[in-house]
């Protein structure tokens, strides 16, 4: 029996054109970029190149790409690295943000920052209202993720965007989860930083990107010889680069044939569950959500249960059950939604990439049921709710 | 992170399932904390001579319960009382240490059977009007509250 992937929204493997095109960068080219010798140019002309395929995919200048190790430490440097110098005002983010943007936030609350979390509806969706009525003339920023990571939303940046720029706000969304699933334009959103990662478009980990609008002054996180213009200190990671730059130029052009593959597999297997198993709700907007995401809540049983079960039968799947997470606290995405944690207990994500198959959709949907039943036989909540 | 030996109880856990008419029922935890273990157990000549569990949770929750049944079907009713949470883990081999807190509940929820048991016991030879013993959850001790906010998360930050 081959194992089946749905968890591409944790992290997805790298593709093989991705990697062929890191490989020299560890050995015959293992410059270092900032050295102005044969194999210091070469190096640098990659780590450019790549630079230049990052800003293409997201309508940005070379100039405006900042090389990282990831999406948290894009979202970092994207919220602290814009504020830590700052006299203390207010920031505005959503409910449903990232840790990575949650915990930058809290940190700058302990620097005396003010931060107000808007709240979103049970789709999962920002409410734009109490964006706006969030903002006071001393925010300095709003940030808003482009796609939920947990139940897949797609959120009203654009819109979001044009209210913070009124006042005269910078604007930051975390892409991490959108990139390769939905066509980005930095102009089109009106962003002013915008955070990327490799690893969830068939990239490497250990590099990420943040795009930084000409003009607005970020802060670096990590001093020493002054490398990526300052901003982020450190021998740069060629070979990471250049598989950064790979993956996001190959999303891009398969993109579209990617996004209508990944949808009807969603689409069936979230059909699917809905019509095989009693008492599941979809969670997340029934429409505007990413392409490969399906978010369920399956009651009277736990997600890390439900996991297990089809870990051991070859399905990788995650949870945002508090007893999956490292935390022990439930999906804050999820009771942020309006459910109570109960649901978010019982929660379960699949999460779609383009290699996955109608067949393997079809074996997921015909161990499921059975798996479900077993637990809910050994439940004390479906007999007495 | 889980053990062979935890993950083969969480596969096939043994005495799943209700006792109909138990002499004892302890239930504990909590939905919204994510973990709720109810156990049935029959007595007989002060021995344990039937058990089992029902269980909502994690991996954990359901090797626990398991392993606790395991360790106290046939037990007299104190090596049953004797038998601890950390008896349960170290019995599995160990426990993830952020599960050894909040999963963890299955000697809790035998306990409160036992207190049960002995409780209608006591409260059969003592007043005959107390017909309605055990008639449903509400009335039992529950070793933890509903209340979200008072999970036990203990361990992590």
Known sequence: MNAIYFDHAATTPVDPRVLEAMLPYFSERAGNASEIHAWGREAHEALERARAQVAAGLGAHEREIVFTSGGTESDNLAVVGLLQLEQPGHVVISAIEHPAVTAAAGFLERLGWEVSRVPVDRTGTVDLEALAAALRPDTRLVSLMLANNVVGTVQPVREAAALAREHGVVVHTDAVQAVGAVPIDVDELGVDLLSLSAHKIYGPKGIGALYVRRGVKVRPLIHGGGQERALRSGTENVAGAVGLGAAVELALRVLPETASHVSALRDRLTAGILSAVPDVELLGHPTRRLPGNVCVSVHFIEGESMVLRLDRVGIAVSSGSACASQSLEPSQVITSMGYDAVAAHGSLRLSLGRENTTAEVERFLEVFPAIVADLRAMSPLSATR | ?157
Do not use: W
């Open chain 2, 1 to 157: 992170m889980y053990s062979d030996l935890v993950m083969d109880h969480f596969s096939a856990p043994r005495n799943v399932g209700e006792i109909e008419e138990p002499d004892g029922v302890g239930r504990i935890g909590s939905p919204e904390c994510g973990d709720v273990i109810r156990l049935t157990i029959k007595v007989g000549d002060g021995r344990i001579t039937d058990v089992k569990f029902k269980a909502f949770g994690c991996g954990a929750a359901v090797a626990t319960s398991s392993m606790a049944t395991e360790l106290v079907k046939g037990a007299t009713l104190d090596e049953a009382l004797a038998v601890t949470n950390q008896t349960v883990a170290d019995a599995l081999g160990g426990l993830p240490a952020q599960k050894m807190h909040c999963s963890n509940l299955a000697a809790d929820a035998l306990h409160l059977a036992i207190e049960d048991y002995l409780a209608r016991r006591d409260d059969a030879s003592g007043d005959e009007t107390a017909c309605d013993v055990g008639s449903g959850d509400d009335e039992l001790p529950v070793g933890r509250p509903a209340d979200e906010a008072a999970c036990d998360r203990t361990g992590e930050s």
